[in-house]
């Protein structure tokens, strides 16, 4: 860019958006809306104040300890030593000598590659790509299998329906439920917040208005959820307010009415099913004496039974589609609420009609529902992993801890291998993971912890080495999902802050000190690469019927967009026209309401068909020391943790602090009122918050949305383990059951009082940097 000239119109994207950059004296000042985009998510202008700011890691960093020491017992300082800076040149051989010396001790098996997905959007610079990528070219890692956002459906669905990404992807556009849809159900919300996001880039937010325009002709929109604003308050919702963690019994409660009262669709059972017959004595109490009747449910669920009897002869009666958010799949058992809702849309018989079935996380990204064709993008190589140790992707903490201990996941069994060495890159596991105190005891078991990272989060200020890596805006990529019609240019806007690299000039740099830069970037610099990737997706989308233009007519242009498709999407259709030519994915081809593969893995709180257990911890409980459950949702302000520390999080929070939602009646109970500072606690930890009173929550419900930066005191303490508002300090580190081991954030009971202590004491350091010497420690 040219000094003293304001530089207006360069195109970049993210997974929250495609903007056009401001720049003014070669420094970024804003980002606006791109002019295809219609509703811009405001989340990208957060990045501004921050690009340059205090938090920024402008060189690379030691840990002292690590540094004065070597690798090895921490004695807890990790997350609270200072850092010393150091060259390019020193840090490189420091990591390549510890990667070196790991693996000749303990072989490759004891290195963790644990970047996990939701870095930024672009084809090439996709942290998580670019690190399994380098560790597969110097030997291989131990890795994870599964995501944090929906892994009880990515283990389950595979069973039941044959595939997980083809039905999520696959969902009804909005614009036919506008059109075809009388009732829709969302069993956990529907959320518009969160359509904001697309993985690996948004050209077009379309997800809210597709909701609106569905309710605005005539489409009845039920919200099942303990939150009211789980729905837009324009569309109109009738409220069911369950307790958390009980739709389950909610499914079952309206299973048995359609059974009884001869509204299932026998035929389409018979036709296009296995295993009813199963699922049917279990509701009706055949297996076990128990019937899951209204009535059963209604103690379950906090729900009246008339009204639930009213809801399942409501969806019967008309065309209905029932929509279950990812986050019912974040808590105890959370396999069942989606084979559940399947198997009462299989009882429906309207699965494959327009406007008819079930949808899996309308609103959870703005591509779900929207009535476009994605352009298939290439992606980088990630070459071949020799290592066959794996985790379960929300099991960290138990890898750390438990070295030689077996787990058992979807059918098989494994064993927690000990890792010497994390290496991290994209993502931020003291933002996704659970038990936030316990974790950060098991973070100090590593010899060594090496992550790149822009800012001083938490990730960061609990690693060894620290390298500092360039953001989206600071480099040229190629935004392209699968779920978006867009295909962006991601022109660079501006030079890397301080001493950052991409990752790419990172893991080069790296591989040439281990002899492996050549298998690592093939002789092809970022410029060579994203050649090489457009040709290839260039390539793809001609098989598609899809004509790109040169590379250098991409560039020179910005964007690409698709063509609308000639038919708006039907999840299911060619199945129910044809179940066998199009038979699904299942051993019998069809939808398996008992699982045969499932049943045969012997875990008793997940037989094989839709099966309701007691959470550990929810509100039907009789009795409890922490009688209030926690909802850890989406923030509507960032996208996880990412940009928190921006102007747009940063003035939704009060007095600096994550606000959490009361009810009135609760909130009256303890003497609280709107801006009230509050401690948050159970049995694992305890945050500070601000409160707001509203009834926007059912009563003894609170809602605290993740993404606040982990903030833990500098001193330790009993009263408080974030200042800052995180609620994975509070949540359970357990997973869903044996079939997916996924996380259980959504199953936490909790108490909350006036903080009692003094506020000054507690004053907020998560978004300071660490301490920072500059000068070289003696024996360095």
């Not at 997974?15 to 998510?41: K, M, Q």
């Amino acid at each position: 860019m040219t000094s003293g000239h304001a530089k207006i119109g360069t195109l970049t994207s993210s997974h929250w958006g495609t903007y056009r950059v401001h720049a003014e004296n070669g420094s970024i000042t804003a980002l606006e809306g791109f002019e295809r985009d219609e509703d811009p998510s405001p989340i990208g202008q957060g990045i501004v104040d921050v690009l340059d700011g205090p938090t920024r890691i402008k060189k690379p960093m030691v840990r002292r300890g690590w540094l004065e020491h070597g690798p090895g017992n921490t004695e807890g300082a990790r997350g609270a030593d200072e850092f010393v800076e150091v060259s390019w040149s020193k840090a490189i051989k420091l990591v390549a000598e510890e990667l070196n010396r790991v693996r000749d001790r303990y072989g490759n098996r004891a290195i963790y590659g644990g970047s996990y997905g939701w870095s930024s959007a672009g084809r090439f610079h996709h942290a998580q790509s670019q690190l399994k990528r380098f560790l597969n070219s110097v030997g291989g890692y131990t890795y994870s299998l599964n995501t944090y956002s929906y892994a009880a459906a990515e283990v389950t669905l595979p069973h039941v329906l044959g595939d997980f990404y083809s039905m999520v992807n696959g969902a009804t556009s909005w614009d036919v439920i506008k059109e075809h849809s009388s009732l829709f159900v969302a069993f956990g919300g529907a959320p518009a917040k969160n359509g904001q996001v697309t993985n690996g880039g948004v050209g077009r937010h379309v997800q809210k208005q597709g909701m609106l325009d569905a309710a605005s002709n005539g489409v009845k929109v039920v919200n099942v959820s303990p939150l009211r604003s789980d729905v837009l308050d324009e569309m109109g919702a009738d409220w069911i307010p369950v307790y958390p963690g009980s739709d389950v019994a909610l499914l079952l409660g309206i299973a048995h009415t359609l059974h009884t009262e001869k509204l299932a669709d026998t035929e389409f059972l018979s036709t296009y099913t296995v295993g009813y017959e199963r699922f049917r004595q279990y509701f009706m109490g055949e297996t076990d004496g128990v019937v899951k009747d209204c009535s059963w449910a209604e103690l379950k669920t906090g729900i009246p039974a008339a009204r639930i009897r009213d809801l399942a002869r409501d969806m019967a009666r008309q065309r209905t589609m029932i929509s279950v958010s990812w986050s019912l799949t974040r808590q105890d058992n959370g396999e069942q609420p989606y084979w559940a809702a399947i198997a009462v849309a299989s009882m429906l018989g309207q699965l494959g009609l327009p406007g008819g079935g079930i949808g899996f996380g309308y609103s959870a990204m703005n591509a779900i529902g929207a009535n476009y064709e994605g352009i298939p993008g290439a992606s980088l190589p990630q070459g071949k992993n020799p290592i066959k140790s794996f985790i379960p992707v929300a099991r960290v903490t138990d890898l750390l801890l438990n070295p030689g201990k077996q787990f058992e996941y979807n059918g098989m069994t494994g064993t927690y291998p000990e890792i010497k060495l994390v290496y991290w890159a994209g993502g931020n596991p003291f933002h996704h993971h659970q038990d936030l105190v316990r974790m950060r005891k098991a973070w100090q078991k590593p010899d060594t912890v090496i992550v790149h990272e822009w800012c001083w989060n938490a990730q960061a200020k609990h690693a060894d080495i620290v390298l500092p890596a360039a953001t989206f805006l600071e480099r040229n990529d190629i935004a392209s999902s699968s779920r978006d019609p867009f295909l962006v240019y991601m022109q660079k806007a501006a030079e890397p802050v301080g001493q950052s690299l991409t990752d790419y000039e990172i893991f080069s740099a790296l591989a040439e000190e281990l002899g492996a830069r050549e298998a690592f970037t093939e002789g092809r610099d970022e410029e060579q690469w994203l050649q090489v990737i457009y040709d290839e997706t260039r390539q793809k989308a001609g098989a598609r019927g899809i004509n790109l233009p040169t590379f250098e007519e991409f560039k020179a242009k910005g964007w690409f967009e698709n063509e609308m498709p000639k038919e708006p999407q039907v999840l299911m259709k060619a199945f129910r026209e044809n179940p066998e030519a199009n038979a699904l994915g299942t051993p019998s081809g069809k939808i398996e309401i008992f699982s045969e593969t499932v049943a045969g893995f012997g875990y008793e709180e997940c037989p094989g068909f839709p099966f309701w257990n007691d959470p550990k911890e929810w509100l039907g409980q009789k009795a409890s020391e922490y009688p209030l459950h926690l909802v850890s949702n989406q923030p509507k302000n960032k996208l996880h943790s990412q940009l928190d520390h921006g102007s747009h999080s940063r003035k939704s929070k009060i007095n600096g602090r994550e606000p959490v939602v009361i009810h009135p009646d609760d909130a009256k109970a303890r003497n609280i009122v709107d801006g009230s500072l509050v401690r948050l606690f159970n049995g694992r930890g305890a945050c500070l918050c601000s409160a707001v009173v509203s009834d926007e929550v059912r009563p003894r419900v609170l809602q605290l949305s993740t993404g606040a930066w982990f903030d833990p005191p500098q001193l330790a303490s009993s009263e408080v383990s974030c200042r800052h508002g995180n609620p994975n300090v509070l949540t359970r580190d357990e997973g869903t059951s044996r079939l997916a081991q996924g996380p259980s954030a959504l199953s936490c009971l909790v108490e909350i009082e006036l903080f009692s202590g003094e506020a000054s004491d507690m004053q907020m350091g998560a978004f300071s940097p660490p301490v920072i010497r500059s000068e070289p420690v003696v024996g360095s």
